[in-house]
């Protein structure tokens, strides 16, 4: 009641200043639309310009969403929102006027709600100087929650060409309203022969929308591993946003339509001994159970699953396998699997000798080496540990004894190195006994010496080895190798002797001598070279030649003494002939040392003697003398 008075009183105001006719313009700026989420302060400002002083200004604030009511009149004394309870406590309204002709007059409205959208208009009265009206439309809004997402949990079979729920897609509480899309793999769904999509929508009281849709499909089995999400599309103020869901998975069952057979272990050729592992594996979804068997042959097999295992095969394995499919909607006779496996073999190695494993010394002979197999074959013969050849046929030409012994012959597969075999033969060589050393060794030695020779013999059969020392029997230790036998005596030398090594077999003898020169012991060790006279000789030309010098050295000394003699500058005393004497003693250790040799050294030291006896002759003159 006291609003319609207020009205009334307002537009009888009004005309009295429209008879007055004063003559004014007025501008009224507003924004078309303001946008804020919910919770937050929104404020509208209306701002407005007279040309002209105005005799008053009245400001009203109205507000609609179908129907208009009023929020605020300034000529009014009443209460805010009278005609709109949801806004109390709510809204405050500001009234700036910088000048008699300039104003702002703004609407806050607090704590926004999804109901607070509407239009709100504000009105600027100037009486006379005129009146105008600008609305602003008040958008609210609110993101929703996260998109939840719930598959079917249903196994879906490719066999029914029906559209099935495969997802449901739920969000909440979003304002205005938000649109969910679905994908499968990033690729939009929409509505189609094969897809359908149900869309239900629930406004809360809050003025909020839960939004639910449902996704039908046509499932196939190209969707087995495809990936199903839903995204919302909402808006905020000034932007659009959007949020996925978690993807999916649908379980989807169809049958097999095509099945592969493989020898996945082991990853080489296959050979006898080996474990083999045959895989069977369908493109239907789960996969089958295969049944294994093997073409034009009856016998159960042991099997994990998808897999044949064959233990320790033989070439008796070798042929075609197949594996059924145990599938109701499987046609076994489309979709069986074969493989074929060959298992290679390396049969035993066999030698042949032409003429037999015993030989005759300086014959030849052919050595052939066999083994059948399934595939390529490289041979190899061995003797000692080392290769001496690899061909087929070993050949062996002059058969000596140290060709005799044994020989393998190794044959591998060459594309499976560790598929090989091996035989060996022991070659025999019969002949007479060879012994090793050269004949007739002289050897120098002194009586009681003791004299170690050796003796080796070769010979098949194995010699036996006896000694002679001058045409006497002697033993001596033996030791015998196949083939070979090596004797060694141990004597003491008593005279110039001759000595012989006899090696007897079966196929004839050998013989062998050693010829001893004993002479007498010196202090030279006898030498094993017979080089000792020889030392002996050299190391006399040396003492010869010391000897040789010191007489020269004696003579000079000897005539020095003389001449001074001679001059009167020394005199033969008692004193001088004891030097002399003395001399003379070491003149003659040095002849006793050589004496019993008999060599040109006598003869020398003659000469020295004489000139001794010379000194003497002066000695016996000088005591005349006196």
Request: charged share 25%; glycine share 6%; aromatic share 8%.
């Amino acid at each position: 009641m006291a609003a319609s008075k207020s009205a009334l009183y307002s537009a009888g105001l009004h005309v009295i200043f429209l008879t007055l006719q004063v003559q004014s313009e007025l501008s009224v700026q507003m924004e078309d639309a303001v946008e804020f989420s919910v919770g937050e302060t929104a404020q509208i400002s209306c701002s407005y310009f007279f040309s002209e002083k105005p005799p008053g200004v009245i400001i009203q604030w109205t507000a609609s969403k179908g129907d208009r009511k009023r929020i605020y009149n300034s000529n009014i004394t009443v209460s805010f929102s009278d005609e709109l309870p949801d806004f109390v406590g709510r809204i405050n309204i500001s009234w700036d006027s910088e000048d008699d002709r300039r104003g702002e007059t703004v609407l806050t409205i607090m704590d926004l709600k999804v109901k607070d959208e509407q239009k709100f208009a504000c009105q600027v009265d100037g009486m006379s100087a005129g009146m105008q009206e600008h609305q602003t439309s008040l958008k609210v809004f609110e993101s929703p929650d996260s998109p939840e997402i719930e598959d079917a949990e249903s196994i879906f079979r490719v066999d029914s060409n029906e559209r099935l729920k495969v997802a449901t897609c739920k969000t909440r509480n979003g304002y205005p309203r938000p649109k969910i899309t679905w994908y499968r793999d990033r690729t939009t769904l929409q509505q189609s022969t094969d897809v359908f999509i149900q869309q239900r929508e629930i406004q809360e009281s809050s003025g909020l929308f839960t939004i639910e849709s449902e996704l039908y499909y046509v499932v196939t089995k190209q969707d087995k591993d495809a990936l199903f999400y839903c995204e919302v599309t909402y808006q905020l103020p000034g932007e659009t946003r959007m949020m996925e869901s978690k993807h999916i998975n649908i379980t989807v069952h169809y049958p097999s339509t095509k099945t592969e057979m493989w020898i996945s272990h082991p990853k080489r050729q296959v050979k006898e001994g080996d474990t083999v592992e045959i895989s069977c594996r369908g493109n239907g979804n789960p996969p089958s159970y295969f049944l294994f068997s093997k073409e034009d042959f009856e016998m159960d097999f042991e099997q994990d699953g998808e897999k044949l295992l064959l233990k320790n095969v033989t070439r008796a394995d070798s042929g075609t396998y197949l594996c059924d499919p145990m599938d109701i909607n499987v046609i076994l006779d489309q979709h069986q699997g074969k493989t074929k496996l060959q298992v290679h073999y390396l049969d035993e190695v066999v030698l042949t000798a032409e003429k037999g494993r015993v030989m005759k010394l300086g014959d030849s002979q052919k050595i052939a080496c066999n083994a059948l197999s399934s595939l390529s074959t490289h041979t190899k013969w061995f003797k000692g540990g080392k290769t001496i050849g690899e061909e087929h046929v070993l050949e062996l030409q002059n058969v000596s004894y140290g060709m005799a012994g044994e020989y393998r012959c190794q044959v591998t597969v060459s594309s499976l190195p560790n598929l090989h075999r091996s035989a060996a033969i022991h070659i025999i060589t019969l002949g007479p006994p060879m012994i090793t050393s050269p004949d007739d060794v002289i050897m120098d030695t002194h009586i009681g010496d003791f004299l170690n020779l050796t003796c080796e013999a070769l010979g098949s059969p194995t010699p036996t080895l006896t000694w002679k020392v001058n045409n006497s029997q002697m033993t001596g230790w033996s030791n015998h190798l196949e083939g070979r036998t090596l004797s060694a005596l141990d004597m003491k030398v008593t005279s110039n002797l001759t000595v012989s090594c006899i090696a007897i077999n079966e196929e004839g003898t050998d013989e062998k001598f050693y010829r001893v020169r004993a002479s007498i012991s010196s202090s030279l060790p006898p030498d094993n070279n017979g080089t000792r006279a020889e030392k002996v000789q050299k190391e006399s030309g040396v003492i010869i030649a010391v000897i040789i010098i010191s007489i020269l050295l004696l003579a000079v000394l000897g005539s020095i003494l003389y001449f001074l003699y001679k001059k009167g500058k020394i005199s033969c005393g008692h004193s001088g002939k004891k030097e002399i004497t003395k001399e003379k003693g070491k003149k003659d250790d040095i002849v006793m040392e050589m004496k019993t040799d008999k060599t040109e050294e006598t003869v020398l030291l003659q000469g020295v003697n004489g000139d001794k006896k010379s000194l003497d002759q002066c000695d016996e003159y000088m005591e005349v003398e006196n």
